[in-house]
């Protein structure tokens, strides 16, 4: 597609449930990441994939949350076990080549654990 | 710890008047800078960029300044208009093309007033 689409763009889930959602970067880009916006905060990085190489873990807040990203395209963010700080917007972007500008970001998805 | 910083939560501006939206980092390591927008239920999008070598980026209405001793940048748009009316985010990377993802500020709310 022209761009990156994230799905679902609402979800509403109880407490204690898990949870997964999917990012379609822009075809051909190698770079991908996730960011999570929770309310009256900025945009906190949470995972990185580069091509081949060893995604970048280090933002994850807690071993509930994982990530994958299957054959270099889509990726699907996990949340296992929701808790209510989970709620937030999650938001997903590509870029070409992991270069630190011409990021695209996807319109997100809102997650609101209750 | 927050390594960039938007102290300002909001900012109103009346039409045809300066904006001046502000940025403090602390990580010295920083080298490139970048200004994102984002209206409400969209995804953020670039908007200006400044490397560590320049004082000082031009694109239309809108000039990123950078002062590297005091760790501070801006944004200033001029004239502002209605369409401009958005959150904006602040962010920094240690290395331009260095496969480090892009740290955000928590954001500014400009609104500007017809």
């Known amino acids: 597609g022209a761009g990156v689409s994230q799905s679902p763009s609402n979800k509403v889930t109880e407490k204690g449930k898990d949870v997964e959602l999917r990012c379609d970067p822009i075809s051909g880009h190698t770079a991908l990441y996730w960011y999570r916006q929770s309310l009256g905060q900025g945009l906190e990085f949470l995972i990185y994939f580069q091509g081949n190489s060893a995604p970048d873990k280090s933002g994850l807040p807690s071993d509930r949350f994982s990530a994958e990203r299957t054959g270099g395209s889509v990726s699907t963010l996990t949340i296992q076990r929701t808790q209510q700080e989970d709620s937030a917007v999650y938001l997903c972007?590509?870029?070409?080549?992991?270069?630190?500008?011409?990021?695209?970001f996807g319109s997100g998805t809102r997650l609101t654990v209750v | 710890d927050q390594q960039v910083k938007q102290n300002s939560p909001s900012l109103s501006v009346q039409e045809g008047r300066i904006s001046i939206l502000n940025c403090d980092y602390t990580?010295?390591?920083?080298?490139?800078f970048l200004w994102y927008k984002k209206y409400p239920a969209e995804g953020p999008t670039f908007l200006i960029s400044?490397?560590?070598?320049?004082d000082k980026n031009e694109d239309g209405r809108f000039t990123v300044f950078l002062n590297k001793s005091a760790k501070h940048l801006s944004l200033h748009i001029v004239p502002s208009q209605p369409g401009d009316s958005a959150v904006y985010f602040c962010a920094a990377s240690a290395g331009l093309r260095g496969n480090t993802p892009l740290v955000f500020g928590k954001g500014t709310r400009l609104s500007v007033i017809a």
């Open positions: 400044i490397s560590s070598i320049k």
């Open positions: 972007a590509s870029s070409p080549d992991g270069a630190s500008y011409g990021y695209t």
């Open positions: 990580n010295s390591m920083f080298d490139y």
